[in-house]
């Protein structure tokens, strides 16, 4: 007889397995797939040597090989905070004082995803309210899934999310009485997971100047993911919606060394107010009491070398080809396919592919076909939340360049023309939803 | 003006500093104190060459390399889970096939603290209920208060939880209507922190036994903290609890690489049924979807080759020899203070010191005389959790002999002996509460 079931808490009943873990699934099955699917970063380039160098360097020191595998603080290892804060600093052009930062204000997570969990604990209770481009992160409307926070969206055009739009909801929320509830704005503003997209520096202001204009009764706080920031391909680096909260009191910013470095570190970190850091680190207290050591020296040393910004540097050269590869696939292959459009992303991993009229959902013709063909995609629906009347917008294709090699993009671009003709072709009725 | 406060959760709000806070801070105040406070391992045996000898084989070779720095999964590293499994079947003398285990049962997380609050949060909402042992762990206690879960106890023995005050327990919670709130049977049953003790065998087969009993409607789940298991001073291992779950349906079993090995991989693992690991890997994804990879890797390698035995020989060693001489301390300090009696642990890294009718608190005469005289413990009443009057027991101290030196061990005792007299001879009125 089996044993009864164990009860599970509010939270584990609201937590579901995640999309992405169907993709993974249909990855390992199909090992010849070309897959625009998974995040992942490029292998060929990730810094094998460089760390290699960095961690023989750290463990040939008895003692700094000791500080490295002992026990460290839950904050994370003070020299690491140190270079971070210089790291943002000089991107954003101010010197920490002049936006009121120390080191304390920085912790190390694991990831920058175990910040974004610690701070939609800290924040969200069932039904309370966060905002969110749309689309957004789809992991991250997993974990505000977790949480029970209903998510508001706003929409995005060229220069990412719709300010105006952003305003407009505040004033709605605020005249329905549920201004109460609305904790955070999250917004991904360099190169978005998923569409590619930045915010421009005009609204970078406008939305902290928005924040603190209906922070009236309590302070909505700004979430800014900044994970891709480092990898820009053309044009200049735009300073953080941090750089505009001068006295440290509305934006989290977040990143990592996922991206830049190497994500086996699993090395993130984050800015942010005094009081919200000391709920985060009590919570972080209770979940490990701090992220492991060894990452923390290694990316400590690694990131105050000349070495990262080199290699920094290599890797803005690897994605910029890929992405480039990218873009002139689908020229070439959907040239005769007025449905679709895409976005041309000045960094980071993502393309965003509109295929009007078409369902790309995951259990749709396309996919399918798609499958068929050997190609796996995100489906759009992944980073989007159902408006009021349930309905997701679903002809759109998230593409992601960062582990495929150029030749299996152009592959993989082709097979997907082909699962879009393999459906003209069918005949099947194809009805998108929205 | 200041910005207007933002609203925290229930769970941050439930969530405070840690006691080791407190500690922490007067060791960075105090750099001449001895800290018997400190859970922290020997600094001198940390395994730096074997270390830095399995990084640079992983990351001499493209290929490892490259696997070490991408993401890993969720669960953790497939090698690693398999070699976990290896470790714990063969130290309790069974194959994985004899107690229904496979790697699919393994997950690897940021130590297993991070399995602690995992756990937690899967199982607990407010007013949930957990049994633990009196006194128990107090970051336990923590993430417990985090995520609002009563803890009830059972007062211990040389053999550990009172197994027949378990049962007594669970029966007066079944007639009082309260057995559908307990979730959870913790227990930290080799050489336990904070007291030493570990629990016999005969009792590891009943707390299994019972909880099977007393899970009519709901599964009761043990939770086997079993981190001090590989450093055992004198006399055979003790097959786990986990042993004698057969079926892989009662029992989580949890331990770390961070005490046999080094704490700055923060590697962790823990061994559990199915639907308890679906639960758990949903919220570890929305967590940080997989501990660090870098760190996996070389745990993976180390302890799957001969160095980590010997390193784990030669741990013992160190630890034992170090309990021997704080142990021969408290012999030559106390002999003349029949208030004080203590706990010999058979391994791990605690002496419990209990000293009759004197306030060991923070807040208490003694602490302050203890800070005078140059040495730091946790206060015994950070173990425990109010009775229903209100009160904690008092007059208890933990030891840890993990990071001082014999030298600094022996010093340090002197000096708490110190702080006893100064407290006799200042006359103050010494009142304990329980």
Redesign the interface.
Known sequence: M???????????SR????P??YF?QKAIENPGLVSFAAG??D??S????E??AT??EI??D?LA??A??????TQGLTALREQVLKLVCDADGVTPADVNLTAADVCIT??S??LL?LVG?????PD?IVITEAPSYF?FH??LQ??GARVLTVPMDADGMRTDELEALLDRLRRSGEL?RV?AVYTVDYFQNPTGLSLSVERRKKLVELV?RF???????ILEDAAYRELRFTGDDLPSAKRFDT?N??VIYTSTF?KPC??????GYAIMPP??ME?VL??K???????????Q??ASRLSASPAYARHAEELRGVYRHKRDVMLKALETEFADFPAASWTVPAGGFYVWLTLDGIDTGTTSPLMAAALEAGVLYVPGECGHVADESGCVPNNEIRLCFGVATPEQVTEGIRRLRKACAALSGSKKKVVAKV
Do not use: M
């Open positions: 089996p044993p009864a079931p164990f009860v599970r808490s509010g939270k584990s937590t579901t397995d995640s992405i873990s993974i992942l970063v292998e060929g990730l810094p094998v040597e760390v290699r961690a023989a463990l040939s008895q090989g000791q490295a595998l002992q026990y460290g603080s694991t990831g995803q175990q969990y604990e800290i924040l969200f209770d309370d992991v997993s974990l977790s949480h109460p904790k603190r922070s009236t009764d309590h302070r909505i706080l006295a009191e509305y996922s190497a994500p086996g570190l699993k090395t009081d919200v709920a009590h919570l207290g209770s979940h490990d009491f701090g992220s492991a050591s060894l990452s020296h290694i």
